[in-house]
Each structure stands twice: as structure tokens, then as C-alpha cells.
């Protein structure tokens, strides 16, 4: 009898586990559907010239605590740039409500979600882990056309900082 206890205690602990390691698990705060990321996304013509491009294209950006950028395009890529931790590529791809986005970074694969914060309204938060533990902060788009068409002007990027770290 105690075998099988600590047996079902073991897997119970090792499923939680794997589900908090997943993007399709714990990550996804509210799901929407597919139409409510739509603003988020950029033409895939746009793609090539991401990175000097910025300025101009849909960036999903969080404050200046933890400061990220995601530029997503709609062939399924994206271009980043957090601090500290460098500039790249990935895929991205809508899954169970969320915007599932992953890189391969050199020594790990870096994984997050961008989800509805709430059940209702169009504020947006990005989860992942880091080596510190499980992050959630809010992330916000910025979209220059959008702001152009109101007569209004974006405000500047922040300067992004490098990293040489290259993990």
C-alpha cells in the first residue's frame, strides 16, 4: 500500500513538474482565439529587414524592469531583442489560446507565452521562466501605423543593450 502511494506522490510531482516547464501548460494566463493576437502581427515581407526596421513595425514590449522586445510576422516568425541576453530569431504559432513563442538560444531554448491578462479586455502578458524561476509581467504593442493614422507620432524605442554573452 505504501509503494503505490509514494508511487502516484512521484508521478503527481513529476506531471506538475513537466506541465510548469510547458508553454502549453501554466504559461497561457487567459486564452483568447486566434483574432485577438491578429493586431500583434506584421507582413512577412517585413521579415528580412526586422531588425532595422524596428522603428517602423508592431513591437510587442515590456517596461524597462525586464526589458523585451518581439517583432512577429505573419509566415510565423519573429526577431527579438531582450537586454542582457541578446538579439535573435524564432518561430511563434497560436496554441491553446496563447501566442507560443520559442528560440534556440546556444546553451538553452528560450520559451514563452503571450496571453490575455484577463478574461475581458485587451491587456496582454508575457510568462516564461528564466533561471531565476517563473516570470509574468505585462507587454504591451506599440504600432506606429496605428498611432500615424490618429495623427499622433510613436514614441521613440529605448535604446536596446547588447549582450555578448551569447548564451
Same mark, same amino acid.
Given at each position: 500500500?505504501?509503494?503505490?502511494? =509514494?508511487?502516484?506522490?512521484?508521478?503527481?510531482?513529476?506531471?506538475?513538474?513537466?506541465?510548469?516547464?510547458?508553454?502549453?501548460?501554466?504559461?497561457?494566463?487567459?486564452?483568447?482565439?486566434?483574432?485577438?493576437?491578429?493586431?500583434? =502581427?506584421?507582413?512577412?515581407?517585413?521579415?528580412?529587414?526586422?531588425?532595422?526596421?524596428?522603428?517602423?513595425?508592431?513591437?510587442?514590449?515590456? $517596461?524597462?524592469? &525586464?526589458?523585451?522586445? &518581439?517583432?512577429?510576422?505573419?509566415?510565423?516568425?519573429?526577431? &527579438?531583442?531582450?537586454?542582457?541576453?541578446? $538579439?535573435?530569431?524564432? =518561430?511563434?504559432? &497560436?496554441?491553446?489560446?496563447?501566442?507560443? =513563442? *520559442?528560440?534556440?538560444? *546556444?546553451?538553452?531554448?528560450?520559451?514563452?507565452?503571450?496571453?490575455?491578462?484577463?478574461? *475581458?479586455?485587451?491587456? *496582454?502578458?508575457?510568462?516564461?521562466?528564466?533561471?531565476?524561476?517563473?516570470?509574468?509581467?505585462?507587454?504591451?504593442?506599440?504600432?506606429?501605423?496605428?498611432?500615424?493614422?490618429?495623427?499622433?507620432?510613436?514614441?521613440?524605442?529605448?535604446?536596446?543593450?547588447?549582450?555578448?554573452?551569447?548564451?
Amino acid at each position: 500500500m505504501k509503494k503505490h502511494l =509514494v508511487t502516484a506522490i512521484i508521478a503527481a510531482v513529476l506531471g506538475l513538474a513537466l506541465q510548469a516547464c510547458s508553454p502549453s501548460g501554466s504559461l497561457i494566463a487567459h486564452q483568447r482565439g486566434a483574432d485577438f493576437y491578429g493586431k500583434f =502581427v506584421n507582413p512577412a515581407a517585413d521579415w528580412p529587414q526586422a531588425e532595422s526596421k524596428i522603428d517602423e513595425l508592431k513591437v510587442l514590449q515590456t $517596461n524597462s524592469e &525586464y526589458p523585451m522586445r &518581439y517583432v512577429l510576422f505573419d509566415n510565423g516568425k519573429f526577431y &527579438y531583442q531582450v537586454d542582457k541576453l541578446g $538579439n535573435g530569431e524564432g =518561430v511563434w504559432s &497560436y496554441e491553446n489560446g496563447a501566442l507560443i =513563442v *520559442t528560440a534556440q538560444r *546556444t546553451i538553452f531554448k528560450m520559451e514563452l507565452a503571450v496571453s490575455a491578462a484577463k478574461e *475581458t479586455g485587451d491587456e *496582454t502578458i508575457v510568462r516564461f521562466y528564466d533561471r531565476h524561476g517563473f516570470n509574468e509581467m505585462p507587454i504591451k504593442l506599440r504600432n506606429p501605423e496605428a498611432l500615424k493614422a490618429q495623427g499622433k507620432s510613436a514614441p521613440q524605442l529605448r535604446n536596446f543593450t547588447r549582450s555578448e554573452k551569447n548564451i
